[in-house]
């Protein structure tokens, strides 16, 4: 599970000398790198022999690479995390999941919290984008009577500027956009000089309830995962999966496919 954005990173690594055994460094130096390329050197404490910690409070969402060096002896330790950005990734929340796997101890929370956004993300790959999110796309066309947007649906179009010095930025009040099929035009009818770079919101204010029923479905179904081959198996039927959908194999099933039937994007559209 990511790291919330502003959650403190406990860092930990152990020094170990050329025969394998834990041991005391002279220096012990770790370096995160943050998703930006930037560095930080949270400073490094012993915890025991050959053992060692140090906190990261996070700053930036994404990959973050970690890097121990020891010296006297010589070793060093590679590591990684993830942050989650600061919006929220699923479609309820933890406590909504919980109830409906039946679950009260927080125990198991992160990877609940996980299985949610998975859950969420599987739901996007039938109807686009639920969660709103700001999106910034490139065309690269001369000239065109309009531009069709990549993820749909489109709430709102807030820039359309030109990807090279000089050429037409437009506002966007002089803009019809048909949010459904992602279609941008001029309102006057006129012609689009591109290259043009678009930054505009996709998603859904108002999700349907049979998309947020799907997606609790899908939860269910790939939370048995968790239940390990000596737990039954709830559920049995249209709640299985015989047959593979193209793109997520066996991981959604039947029922949650046919709520998602009527939101479903049409062939072609992302």
Known sequence: MPFDLGATVRLTAECRDPDGAL???TTATVTVTLPDGSTATPA???TGTGTYSADYPTAQAGRH???WVFTGP???YTDAFDVAPAAAEGLFSLAEAKRHLNL???RQDDEVRTWVATATEAVEWFVGPVIPRTVVEDHTFRRSSMLVLRQTPVLEVTTLAPVLSGG???LPADLALDGASGVVQLSSGGTL???LRITYTAGRRIVPPSVRSAALIILQHLWRTQQGPARPQVGTGDFDVTE???GLGYAIPHRAAQLLSPHQLPPGVA
């Open 23 to 25: 041991a005391t460094a």
């Open 44 to 46: 490094a404490s012993p």
């Open 65 to 67: 690479t970690v890097r």
């Open 74 to 76: 010589a070793h060093a």
């Open 104 to 106: 009260t101890s927080t």
């Open 168 to 170: 037409t930025s437009y």
């Open 193 to 195: 000089a591109g290259p």
């Open 244 to 246: 593979p959908i193209p």
